[in-house]
């Protein structure tokens, strides 16, 4: 099935969404127990972590770790916006840095000045796009970033999210409570959808979408270790208490160029293997065999891929035995985790 397709339903009484594109899974939100990534606190500081820069704080959610503490003392009441899903047992990580992000507008209050998608290179529309920004926040003291995704939109349709958010600002930043409280709750599934799949798409949201567009048969694959690739080779995606591991063979291609073939089909599609299983922290590669002189258009390949995706991710490096390191946020929760 060719082009895109934005299903909205819910799993197992989750709010789900799924993006198809040209029959596959390229990408997957399901909702979590844990707070989400986005949510808003006034949360009090507890005690430092000498040894690793940061503090724990009370929240309404339970402990949370800030990392970048300089010049705060406990006690102390801030606020802090959720940056990613903890680990079990470990504090939900936080920065004093507020984004209030939408499909075309991104808020910034701690960072002044209006800023516009480089990916929109037309002066004119540039131009287009400045005005109407400073029609509607020319006079606030927040910062401004407006979205690849205005590109070509109706002006009043953007300065209506322009003014959404900055009203959500200006509700969070003047709360006059004192104690522990959430502020702000972090998108759900489907406002996810709607915020960052922005390409033209079909629309489904009658329930059932799921199983009449074969999300569930692709679910299937993602609760699988094992992930096709293209060319007979395929990936083994192990997650452990340490790291996630990923294991490159070339299946039944025995030619002299099946390594590199089944690593760069890996540097391809590791993105959306991780995104979609939403898997994050530290991704070791154990890849095929192939000559060291072919590792740098591998890591060309493997960096291209990652530009487009939406979770932010470091290339590290190799290791002495050969394998590739990555550092990748943890910005959802796995799947495996919440799916029977």
Same mark, same amino acid.
């Given at each position: 099935?060719?082009?895109?397709?934005?299903?909205?339903?819910?799993?197992?009484?989750?709010?789900?969404?799924?993006?198809?594109?040209?029959?596959?899974?390229?990408?997957?939100?399901?909702?979590?127990?844990?707070?989400?990534?986005?949510?808003?606190?006034? /949360?009090?500081?507890?005690?430092?972590?000498? $040894?690793? +820069?940061?503090?724990? *704080?009370?929240?309404? =959610? !339970? #402990?949370?770790? &800030?990392?970048?503490?300089?010049?705060?003392?406990?006690?102390?009441?801030?606020?802090?916006?959720?940056?990613?899903?903890?680990?079990?047992?470990?504090?939900?990580?936080?920065?004093?840095?507020?984004?209030?992000?939408?499909?075309?507008?991104?808020?910034?209050?701690?960072?002044?000045?209006?800023?516009?998608?480089?990916?929109?290179?037309?002066?004119?529309?540039?131009?287009?796009?400045?005005?109407?920004?400073?029609?509607?926040?020319?006079?606030?003291?927040?910062?401004?970033?407006?979205?690849?995704?205005?590109?070509?939109?109706?002006?009043?349709?953007?300065?209506?999210?322009?003014?959404?958010?900055?009203?959500? /600002?200006?509700?969070?930043?003047?709360?006059? $409570?004192? +104690?522990?409280?959430? *502020?702000?709750?972090? =998108? !759900? #599934?489907?406002? &996810?959808?709607?915020?960052?799949?922005?390409?033209?798409?079909?629309?489904?949201?009658?329930?059932?979408?799921?199983?009449?567009?074969?999300?569930?048969?692709?679910?299937?694959?993602?609760?699988?270790?094992?992930?096709?690739?293209?060319?007979?080779?395929?990936?083994?995606?192990?997650?452990?208490?340490?790291?996630?591991?990923?294991?490159?063979?070339?299946?039944?291609?025995?030619?002299?160029?099946?390594?590199?073939?089944?690593?760069?089909?890996?540097?391809?599609?590791?993105?959306?293997?991780?995104?979609?299983?939403?898997?994050?922290?530290?991704?070791?590669?154990?890849?095929?065999?192939?000559?060291?002189?072919?590792?740098?258009?591998?890591?060309?390949?493997?960096?291209?891929?990652?530009?487009?995706?939406?979770?932010?991710?470091?290339?590290?490096?190799?290791?002495?035995?050969?394998?590739?390191?990555?550092?990748?946020?943890?910005?959802?929760?796995?799947?495996?985790?919440?799916?029977?």
């Amino acid at each position: 099935m060719k082009g895109r397709s934005i299903i909205l339903d819910h799993l197992n009484e989750r709010e789900a969404a799924a993006l198809i594109v040209d029959g596959v899974l390229e990408d997957f939100y399901i909702e979590s127990d844990a707070p989400a990534p986005g949510t808003i606190y006034r /949360a009090r500081a507890d005690r430092p972590v000498k $040894g690793q +820069g940061g503090m724990f *704080l009370t929240s309404p =959610d !339970g #402990p949370a770790f &800030l990392r970048q503490v300089k010049g705060l003392a406990p006690g102390q009441m801030m606020l802090v916006q959720v940056t990613g899903y903890a680990e079990p047992g470990k504090a939900i990580p936080v920065t004093q840095k507020l984004l209030f992000k939408s499909r075309y507008a991104i808020v910034t209050p701690d960072a002044p000045g209006l800023n516009i998608s480089r990916s929109i290179r037309d002066e004119d529309e540039r131009d287009r796009l400045l005005e109407v920004a400073h029609d509607i926040a020319g006079e606030l003291p927040y910062g401004l970033i407006l979205r690849s995704a205005c590109a070509g939109v109706d002006p009043d349709d953007i300065a209506d999210d322009i003014q959404t958010m900055c009203n959500l /600002a200006t509700q969070v930043l003047d709360d006059p $409570g004192e +104690g522990p409280e959430v *502020l702000s709750e972090g =998108d !759900g #599934p489907h406002l &996810l959808a709607w915020r960052d799949w922005v390409e033209p798409a079909t629309i489904e949201s009658t329930p059932g979408g799921f199983e009449r567009h074969a999300v569930l048969d692709a679910l299937d694959v993602v609760q699988d270790i094992q992930e096709p690739l293209s060319g007979g080779a395929f990936l083994f995606v192990e997650p452990t208490r340490a790291f996630v591991a990923v294991d490159v063979n070339t299946g039944q291609d025995t030619s002299l160029a099946a390594g590199i073939k089944a690593n760069m089909a890996c540097a391809k599609a590791l993105p959306r293997v991780l995104r979609v299983r939403g898997l994050g922290g530290q991704i070791v590669l154990d890849l095929a065999p192939m000559p060291k002189k072919d590792r740098r258009a591998f890591e060309a390949t493997l960096r291209a891929s990652l530009k487009s995706d939406g979770e932010e991710t470091i290339m590290v490096g190799w290791t002495n035995l050969g394998h590739f390191e990555l550092q990748r946020k943890r910005g959802r929760t796995p799947v495996q985790e919440l799916l029977p």
